[in-house]
């Protein structure tokens, strides 16, 4: 494994240094160290996606079921495929042996002929693309049913008078070379990855049941297997499993044309339908309605996830203003308020929305719908049923006011494969972390009170977090950079780390939030690869590059890298970080060239705690132990650039 540079910490002397930093000649104050130890830029840190499919003709590709594998023999259970756009298999009951050998390559494909988390279908001819933002602030909040074009799809509120911009402003500037407002990295920051996480898998992944497509080559052997789906599903409010061809709606009370309705109870008790189902372009201006669906026979799922099929207040293709209201769902797959496709934008305001049984969030967007909600009190009981939740096809959600509460396990208050924001409202997971991005969305919280407690019971987590951004490899979200920006507000854990990141790029952009860590605060932030059960890419080879942002803010506890991921660290305006800087090879496999970086404006200050290795360090700041001692700063080859009293070394 290739070493990289050391900062051994103790203590910083107080004389006038001058010396190239970062790439520029920087003359430091007796309070202040700037020192650069140059790397290589670093490698990917996540194996390029890999194609997973083959161009022979069909009648090469052999579909089956492993039913074992043993000493480079592969037996399947041979079968066909339903569909094209399925993966679902009919088995003939024949069975075959099929050498696998050195050469064999093996690779995941994506779920229910959806890879990368495109759109799924729409049922009753609706597109199910995503809508594009134009970053207006979003409609203010109306009584009436005013025609909504305008304004839908429109991005997140004005941030709160007072707040600083993404970036900042300050007084005490930070490092010239300080990410823009994207949170991108400083042109002469090391290269992060690709950022696609590794689609490769190996003969540990052909376990029993797990469907296959398999090319022969000319000898007969497997000249290429891919993986159609091995249950890596999205657990956390997303599950990964596989899609269906066909999906209806079924509801007694289908708006198919423009229609007002207020005043009056609307219940539903079959199985998998819908409370209101609004469809075919009509407008519905819905207030002071009981919604009440209660059914024992719904089977939730996939369906209730991706399409909002159960949910009990839909809209598939059209405009619903819902006011004043009170939901109650009893049945699995019933969400409170769904919008699913491009077609349907769906507006909620004053409304209690209670959901008590799995895979029904409160509010929830997929395949490109979108959601505005203002002042409305969401809260969930069920597993994967996220408060603010999004699924398979992304969207857009744009919350105001209001409590958002989950109780149940892998239910975060905020759950996105989506673009989210939420302004001045509370967000709490009683059982699960605080918030959830997977893949290429964002969450975008604005005077924000958030909150999460990750239970400690699931052995498939190798640490338990309270904001995670991740790719699961479910097929649930396109491959890409996840973005948590948040301003104001209050963020708290209740058990383990804070940020943790892992098999994707990454951008955390944290302005002025009032954190409280865990009573173990396990790390502050964990930019590593991983040992999920669920499979977020190869160990390895599934690590993060991640840029993290600090403005005006207080950050406890320790930076936990490897050196199979990248991490560029700001402390800009008056931050604090108090931890140390730890390189965890635990899950880095053979390790690679990863980096991290740490830049400190010149009011910023780094209180360390412990022993810390990092890659380059550019600082106008202050860098000392909690006793106020100056730290020493020592490469890996022996030169001690800055010596000190301190016990750290």
Request: hydrophobic fraction near 25%; include cysteine; charged fraction near 20%.
């Amino acid at each position: 494994m290739k070493k990289r540079t050391l900062a051994a910490l103790g203590i910083l002397v107080g004389t006038a240094l001058t010396f190239t930093a970062c790439g520029s000649t920087s003359t430091t104050s007796s309070t202040s160290s700037t020192v650069s130890e140059s790397t290589a830029d670093a490698g990917n840190t996540t194996d390029t996606t890999q194609d997973t499919a083959s161009d022979t003709e069909e009648s090469d590709t052999i579909y089956g079921e492993v039913a074992s594998y043993a000493d480079g023999v592969l037996t399947i259970n041979v079968g066909t495929k339903d569909s094209e756009d399925s993966n679902d298999l009919t088995l003939t009951g024949e069975t075959k042996e099929i050498t696998v050998s050195d050469s064999t390559t093996i690779t995941k494909g994506g779920m229910g002929g959806q890879p990368g988390g495109d759109a799924p279908a729409q049922p009753s001819d609706s597109t199910g693309s995503a809508p594009s933002s134009d970053g207006s602030t979003p409609p203010e909040k109306s009584d009436s049913n005013t025609d909504s074009s305008d304004t839908a799809g429109s991005g997140a509120p004005e941030k709160p008078d007072g707040s600083s911009d993404a970036q900042g402003s300050s007084d005490s500037s930070a490092p010239s070379d300080a990410p823009g407002s994207d949170g991108s990295a400083p042109s002469d920051a090391p290269d992060g990855g690709s950022g696609a996480p590794d689609m490769s898998a190996t003969t540990d992944d052909l376990t029993e049941e797990t469907k296959v497509a398999i090319t022969l080559a000319d000898d007969g052997s497997a000249e290429t297997i891919t993986i159609l789906s091995d249950d890596m599903g999205g657990g956390m409010g997303a599950p990964g499993g596989s899609t269906s061809s066909d999906v209806s709606y079924s509801s007694d009370n289908e708006i198919l044309e423009d229609t007002t309705l207020s005043d009056t109870s609307v219940s539903s008790t079959g199985t998998d339908e819908e409370a209101i189902l609004v469809d075919n372009g009509a407008t519905a201006d819905l207030s002071n309605l009981t919604i009440d669906r209660t059914s024992s026979d719904s089977t939730g799922g996939d369906n209730s996830s991706f399409y909002g099929v159960g949910a009990t207040v839909l809209t598939t293709d059209g405009t619903t203003y819902l006011s004043d209201s009170t939901i109650a769902s009893d049945a699995k797959g019933a969400a409170g308020v769904f919008s699913y496709s491009d077609k349907a934008t769906t507006y909620v305001a004053d409304t209690t929305i209670t959901t008590s049984q799995n895979t029904s969030g409160g509010i929830h967007v997929a395949g490109g719908g979108t959601l505005y909600a203002y002042d409305v009190t969401a809260t969930t009981s069920g597993e994967s049923s996220a408060a603010i939740r999004s699924d398979r096809g992304s969207g857009t959600m744009v919350v105001d006011g209001g409590t958002y509460t989950s109780n149940g396990t892998g239910s975060p208050a905020v759950y996105s494969t989506a673009d989210i924001t939420v302004n001045n409202a509370t967000l709490t997971a009683n059982s699960s972390e605080a918030a959830c991005i997977e893949g290429d969305n964002t969450i975008r919280l604005f005077d924000c009170s958030l909150s999460g407690n990750m239970p400690d019971d699931n052995e498939q987590n190798d640490c338990l977090w309270n904001v995670i951004l991740y790719q699961s490899m479910s097929g649930d979200s396109e491959v890409g950079n996840s973005t948590f920006e948040m301003v104001g507000g209050s963020l708290t854990a209740n058990a383990g780390g804070m940020f943790y990141t892992t098999n994707t790029d990454s951008t955390f952009i944290i302005d002025n939030v009032d954190i409280t860590p865990s009573a173990s605060n396990d790390f502050f932030l964990k930019v590593t690869g991983n040992a999920n059960g669920r499979g977020w890419g190869t160990s390895g080879a599934n690590g993060a590059n991640c840029t993290f942002t600090a403005i005006d803010q207080t950050c406890e506890g320790d930076i936990i890298w490897d050196s199979i991921s990248n991490l560029d660290f700001y402390l800009t305006g008056s931050s604090t970080l108090t931890g140390a800087v730890i390189d965890d090879e635990t899950a880095a496999g053979d390790g690679g060239d990863g980096t991290c970086s740490l830049y400190l404006g010149s009011d910023a200050t780094w209180v360390v705690t412990g022993n810390s290795t990092l890659t380059n360090l550019c600082s106008e700041g202050t860098i000392r132990d909690a006793d106020g001692n100056t730290v020493s700063i020592v490469g890996t080859d022996g030169t001690t650039y800055v010596e000190g009293t301190s016990s750290y070394t």
